[in-house]
Every structure is written in structure tokens, then in C-alpha cells.
């Protein structure tokens, strides 16, 4: 069979178009009970008094539970894991409030009316202190973060200096990029049960495993005593990756009322207590000669983390490994902040980082008169400068090159408002696209089942990028079973561990261990057939043996073949099992791992309004083997839809008097919608990385959303001669009357 890579509907399409795809806060339950989160409204300071009486008083109230009855967690709540599998949680251990809309309490009652009606009826004073909230006057006190991620916080190759006097052409700007918070259709959501000692969380999550460990650390309970379900997630891109208070919470509560527990957090209240992408600014300074050849580049990075953890979005990465420039300096530095801790968020770094390397050398290219895809080819990286090792696969040379042609750049004008349609100015821009490719350890478990069908599974998550989808394409190819005989089962931390859906590392983690377990599965299937004198297919030569559809069949005498059902009915009616756990090697010692990708977009621009409209965009990606053709390219529609977004519309505006986000709904936090896309045209070189794994697969989440920023910023500047370098690009900042 050979269904990898083909456009395969989803296999879990009818449950969720049907509605019984259940998710987080779908679960039933027997006697289960409501609860609310109350978060504070003072951006630091401490609770002076809580009068519980009202709410106590609703009807059907079974708990108010603040920091003077809740539990008492080991080592004050901290999970003792290092961020951001345990992030510093607000678990009502103290009276201390670090930033407005932290949790202070929860309600819990028979309903989600009275908990809700009960929770407005809790009466909190606060004994406010004096907030940092100004991240322009706090930055004078930034101070370098220890090893963001795991990489380095600073870097230097060559001499910056050296490289600087050689150029004689320079470029020295400052980019930022505003709070964005994430908005997916499902607000974190979490049902908890206990059975004695046994916690049971059915939670919105990018990480069944890894939150099983962390609540198990958090409460202080036995790892094997948490198990997490998470089937369907309704979006998380980030901000469900690590396990944040409301989980540990709603345990609590559970555990308090002895009744199984929902906890849904409200809209206003993701903006704050699950994470954010934080405000950066990032000075860029480029030097190169006359030709285009890149001299050096210094890269400042700032950005905001919150008071209780250091989170660093590392906004320099890309610039370290994208072009081949000799001398260069990298920093990044943080700006703690009286405001929820940040966290990952769809190509955390490469999308913030992009923007600014982008833009930088888009006015390089200005500067020096010269075409910005050129600028990119003249300093082309044969190998990672960075590491100084080769890559494990580029082709960005022809995602240029197609990109251009199906775009038409060469159609371009250079010069900033020469093109026009009556009073549209017209504006094309470019930019090059890369995230990392990773992969992690990953197990998966097979079984070939009595009746002829299988069932493969792996503790692995879907949140909506077809992970059902592509894991039963893989399976089925290795197998040789039809995929609609395959039952692929996820989202539970009972079964094999895989790593979180984040990084865009599930498919090159998890597929190899998919592939591995359904070929020793297969393995066995056929040895027990040729060892069975009953079997058509006894006695063949192995080499002669192949899967069909679920028949072990000789491939020279096709006749000759032997369903599964028979073999196994035949063996005793026991299931075939395999299991396999597949991690990285030394590859990463050898190689350099990242995806490619160039993006053109067009934007049309109202002469006399500013209004900036987006007709068209053309990406190409090089990002290894392709799983699935229809569910890779959703991906990069998605992700290229939210660059649009993030280059024009998203912006979370905090109230810096009370540290309030002042836009916390979805209808002023504005994000793109039909009328705002125009065509997105999508290719993949579909070029298989020889050293990632055994199936040549890279991840792909994330790496839509790089350079879009970039592009579309440049575009701008090129239908209207005005250079915003703040995002979003809003028609304000484009009918500015100084124009670079």
C-alpha cells in the first residue's frame, strides 16, 4: 500500500462535523459538580480579607475554596520540574497576587448557575502594592535569562566590529511586536475525578503524558495514580502545553467535595493565567557590501516575562542560522513584568524573530538597490553558520525559485508606490520561512485483533492538526491493512508515551513508532502464517510474502493468500501485539535539522484611507516528507491565515494603570476572517529528510506562520513608501505623513 503522502479525508471528519467528537468539558458524569475560577483584580499585591458568606449561601454551593482552606501542596505547589513542563502555578498556597486576573479562589456548586451566581458573590480585599506594567521605564532593569529552552541566551561568531568597518552599507532599526494572546475556538477546559487514590483529569491539553507527570508532582501523588484523556482538542497552539493552575485546581476541588469536578475557564480569563506571546523589541543592525554580501549582523532581543518565572521568547534564533554572515552577535534579555507568565506560541521566536530579520532585510535590500529575493540568494547558507554543520536537507533555493514564478515577481516594480490600480496602491513583498525540525522519544503499542482488524495506539494528542488522520496512514502502509480496519487511539496517558504537540515534533516523534510497532506486528502475522501447515501461504519463501489488505499473500502466486482473521483463529484467537519506543540518535551531533520556506504576498493598499487588504498570498515549503497532502496544507492555511492576523489586527491592549487587558473577548481582540483571506496558494517540494527519521518526516505546525509578518510588512512598504516597523500594521501607522 502506499498511502503516505496521499490527500486522506480525516478519519476523525464525521465525529466532529456529527458533534460526537466529545471534548475536555463533554464528559459526563454522575453527580458531577461545577466549578468557577475567581481571579484577582489588583496587579500586585495581597488579599487583606475574604468574606466567603455570601457566596457560601447561594443555593447548591458545595465549596468556596481559597488560600485559607485549600489544600496544602508539597514544596508550596511547586512541581519541581523544571519550566515549562512545571510552570510556577497559582494553587491558593498564599495571599500574594503577582498580576491582575490570577486565580484566588474557586467556586463549586450543583450547578454551573449557582457557582457562577456564588462566585459573584465572593467579596475579596486586596491591599494593592505599586505594579510594573510600563515595560518601556521597566527595561532599564532587564536582565539576561539562563539558557532559554535549553539554547543559548547569547551568541558570538566572528568580530561584529571587523565586520562593520568592512561594510558600506549599513542598516540600524528597532522592530516590536505587541501581547498576543491565544484565542482557540475551546478555552482551556478540565473535568477531574477521583477514585481513592486515582486522579482521572479529562483536560484540553497538547500533552497527555507530560501533564500526568506534572500534576502528579504538583499534588505530590504516585506518577501511575494520574491518568490524562484528551481525545479532541478544540485548538491550543501553545497555550495548552503545559499544565497551568485551573488543572491542578480543579483537582483540588474534586478532591474537597468528593464529587467529580468541570472547570471551564471564561474568555476574559484566558488573558492571563494560561499564557501569552510576550511584547518584544529587537534592535537589528546589518552591514554589507556594495554586491549584497552580508558583513555582519547584531540582533538585541527584549522581551516582557512575568514577575513568578522567567519565560524568554527567543526571538534571535532565527537569526543565528538563516544567512551566511561572518561576524554576528545575538542577545536576548528580559522584562519582568506584574502580568501573567508567557509561554509558546505558534513558532515561538521564529514568528516574532522573522518579523524583525525580515523587515531588516527587505530595507538592506532598499538600501543597496537591490532585489530582496536576490539580497537572500547572495547570502544563501550552504551549511548552518551557527553550528557549522550541514544540513540535513534544504531546498530553499527552490522554494525561491517556484515561489517567485508562480507569484510573478518578476512583474515587480521596486519602486515604493510606482504600482497601481485607479487609487489602490499595490505592493508586493517576500520572506523566508524556517522553524526547526525536532523529534522526541515516542512509544507506540500494535494489535492485530482477532476479527482481522487492528488497533495502534500512542499516548500522543490531536489538537486538530489530523494526527488521527496521518498516524492511520502510517499504520496502514506498514501493516498492509485498509485504513478503515484500523482503529488509531490517542489522547490517553495510559497509553505508550509520546511527547507534547508542540515544537512541531509529533510526526517525525511519533510516526517512526507508529511504523515500527505495525511492522513487528506484521512481522509476526506473516511468520505465524508460514509456520502454519493449515496456511495457503506455508512453506514460501519469506521474501516472496507481502500484506494485502489484511491477506498474507504471496506476491508470485497471488492466489495463494491467508486473511488475518484465519491466522490468528488458527494460533489460539490471541491478538498479535508489538510495541515499540523509537528516539533520536546522534543525528543532531551530525546534521543541522530545519524546515524551509519562502512566502510572496500582495497587498492592496487605499490610497486615501490606509485600509490594507491582502488578495493574495503564494508560500512553498521544504519540509521533508509529506504525511498527508490535504491535512499539511490545512496546516499551512492555518498558519498563514494567522500571520495575516498577527501582521495586521492582533494586539492585546494592557491597561497599564491596573494591568487589565482591555480587549479580553473575542469581539475586540481582533483575528482574520473570510472576508479577510484572499487566495492562498500552497506547494511542498515534498523532499524526504534522509537523517530525521526512518520516514523522512518533519514537523509542520509551525513554520506556516514564519515570514508572513515579514512579507506582508514588506508589501506594505512597497505599495505606500511607509516602513512599519511596530506591529500590527494598522492604517494609522501607513497614513503617517514621514515616509522612509
Known sequence: MNLIGQPFDRTDGLLKVTGEARYAAEFPEARLAHAVLVTSTIARGTIASIDASRAQAVSGVLLVMTHENAPRLPNGGKAQLA????????????????????????????????????????????????????????????HAPDKPQGRQTDTQRGS???????????????????????????????????????????????????????????????????????????????CKGSSWSHVSLCAMAAKQTGRPVRLVLERPQ??????????????????????????????????????????????????????????????????PLNVGTPTFMRAPGETTGSFALESAMDELAVALRMDPLALRLKNYAEADPQENKPWSGKSLRECYQVGAEKFGWSRRNPTPRSMRDGNTLIGMGMATCTYPANRSEAGAIARILPDGTAMVASGTQDIGTGTYTVMTQVAADALGFAPENIHFALGDSSLPKAPVSGGSQSAASVAPAVRDAANAARAQLIALALADPASPVHGIAPDDITVENGWVTSRSQPAKRDPAAAIIARAGGKPIEATSTVKPGDEKQKYSFHSFGAVFVEVRVDADLGTIRVPRVVAVYDVGRVLNEKTARSQMLGGIVWGVGAALQEESSLDTRYGRFTNANLAEYHVPVNADIGSLDITFLDRPDPYINSLGVRGIGEIGITGVCAALANAVYHATGVRVRDLPVTLDKVMQPTRV
Open 160 to 238: 561584529f566590529d571587523d565586520g562593520m568597518r568592512s561594510a558600506a552599507v549599513h542598516i540600524d532599526a528597532t522592530y516590536t511586536t505587541p501581547i498576543e494572546h491565544h484565542n482557540p475556538m475551546e478555552p482551556h477546559a478540565t473535568m477531574a475525578r477521583w477514585d481513592g487514590p486515582q486522579l482521572t483529569l479529562y483536560d484540553s491539553t497538547q500533552g497527555v503524558s507530560g501533564e500526568a507527570q506534572a500534576v502528579a508532582k504538583t499534588l505530590g501523588i504516585s506518577p501511575g495514580d494520574v491518568r490524562v484523556i484528551s481525545p479532541f482538542v478544540g485548538g491550543g497552539f501553545g
Open 270 to 335: 484566558m488573558f492571563g493565567p494560561v499564557g501569552a506571546r510576550p511584547h518584544t523589541e529587537q534592535h537589528l543592525v546589518l552591514a554589507a557590501r556594495r554586491d549584497g554580501t552580508l558583513t555582519a549582523i547584531r540582533h538585541d532581543s527584549i522581551s516582557n516575562t512575568s514577575m513568578i518565572e522567567d519565560w524568554t521568547e527567543t526571538c534571535c534564533m532565527v537569526t543565528r542560522m538563516l544567512y551566511a554572515v561572518p561576524n554576528q552577535v545575538t542577545t536576548h534579555r528580559l522584562v
Open 83 to 142: 519550566p515549562p513542563a512545571g510552570r510556577r502555578l497559582s494553587l491558593l498556597q498564599d495571599n500574594e497576587v503577582h498580576y491582575n486576573n490570577e486565580p484566588v479562589a474557586v467556586v463549586v456548586a450543583d450547578t454551573l448557575e449557582h457557582a457562577t451566581d456564588a462566585a459573584r458573590q465572593l467579596r475579596i480585599t486586596y491591599r494593592a502594592s505599586a505594579a510594573t506594567l510600563d515595560f518601556a521605564q521597566a527595561k532599564a532593569n532587564a
